[in-house]
């Protein structure tokens, strides 16, 4: 399959993304537990369907020692047992503020709540604004149809 368009070679392209990319830098340079950062990353990526986004966060996360049982379980988080109640509560804010269309009231107080009983200001200020630039970025890959499979961890760093 063959992209749509190729972002790094359109010039409009290049204007907006450089002013896109630093922001997604600034919150994995956050507080935030990186592990947290690539689950939920990867949980708005398997709910959106974009599979250059799923590529890449599974890779990131494996390579940076994530096990292979908890990159499987993302999909089915609430049964699974190996995740941190502070990685729920991440992951289920993760879940409402990508599925605002499905939850009429957007992200519902109590999930609220929970997340903030785990992380500081600052980390949820890190945790919405990777909620809402992977949620962006993934419509952006879908739309242009990007391919996934050939991601190297480390590529875009």
């Known amino acids: 399959m063959d992209a749509r368009l190729n972002y790094f070679t359109s010039p409009i392209a290049g204007k907006a993304l450089k002013h896109l990319l630093p922001a997604g830098r600034a919150v994995k340079d ?8 690539e ?5 708005v990526s398997q709910i959106n369907g974009c599979a250059v986004c799923i590529d890449m966060h599974t ?3 494996a390579a940076a020692g ?8 993302v999909a089915a988080w609430r ?3 190996v995740f941190t109640e502070a990685e729920r509560a991440a992951l289920e804010l993760a879940e409402e503020g990508t599925r605002v269309a499905d939850a009429a009231g957007g992200v519902g107080d ?3 709540t929970r997340a903030a009983k785990y992380y500081d200001e600052e980390q949820l200020t890190a945790l919405v604004l990777l909620i ?6 993934n419509r952006l890959n879908i ?3 990007q391919p996934a499979g050939d991601y190297e961890p480390g590529q875009f760093h």
Do not use: C, D, G, Y
């Open 143 to 145: 739309i242009t149809q």
């Open 132 to 137: 809402s630039f992977m949620n962006m970025v």
């Open 30 to 37: 956050s507080s935030l537990p990186a592990a947290t950062q």
């Open 39 to 43: 689950l939920v990353a990867l949980r």
């Open 59 to 61: 890779k990131e996360a």
């Open 79 to 81: 049964e699974a047992t």
């Open 110 to 112: 109590e999930v609220w």
């Open 66 to 73: 994530e096990t292979p049982v908890r990159l499987h379980l």
